[in-house]
């Protein structure tokens, strides 16, 4: 797949959404192209991961993983799987995926990532931000379905999240790049 089109891909995902193209771009450039063969564990539920996977090509199943509704759940392009271990150490991923078919992807390591925020802190506070607001709004419809639910297991009023923009915006220090 051409860069632009990867970068298009990143571009359309939450957490990438408001980099600019040429931070998008050097991800692509640091990422590793990787082809599944069918029948190949793509990521395993349980297993510690140090890289995320933005599926390319059709033909991954998510094979097991909480709320699985069927035997195996189709994976489209697109997708991010395993986010948080590109983010942070000692990540377990939730879910089992698997190649049925041959399946394209970009490998993008926790490694590589680091490293392109030690050179360019403000892709880090971009990051930063953009959790912090998907964050705040999971914490707000998890107090919505509380209030729905009638809220009488609480004692106390929980206090509102910060507005994202008072959010920290600084991730921990990447590791040393030798």
Do not use: C, W
């Amino acid at each position: 797949m051409a860069a632009d089109n990867l970068v298009s891909a990143l571009a359309r995902l939450p957490l990438f959404q408001g980099l600019s193209t040429h931070q998008l771009a050097e991800i692509v450039r640091h990422a590793e192209h990787v082809v599944f063969k069918p029948g190949a564990v793509i990521i395993e539920e349980n297993a510690e991961g140090d890289a995320a996977y933005l599926i390319v090509s059709s033909g991954a199943v998510r094979v097991s993983g909480p709320e699985l509704k069927e035997r195996m759940e189709p994976i489209p392009p697109g997708s991010l799987l395993g986010e948080s271990a590109m983010l942070i150490d000692a990540t377990a991923h939730g879910s089992t995926i698997v190649a049925r078919t041959h399946v394209r992807g970009l490998r993008i390591s926790r490694d590589a990532l680091h490293a392109q925020m030690a050179t360019d802190p403000t892709l880090a506070d971009h990051l930063v931000q953009n959790i912090a607001r998907r964050l705040a709004r999971m914490a707000e419809e998890l107090r919505e379905i509380d209030g729905l639910l009638g809220g009488e297991a609480r004692d106390t009023p929980t206090p509102p999240l910060p507005p994202a923009s008072k959010a920290p915006t600084t991730l921990p220090a990447p590791p040393a790049v030798h």
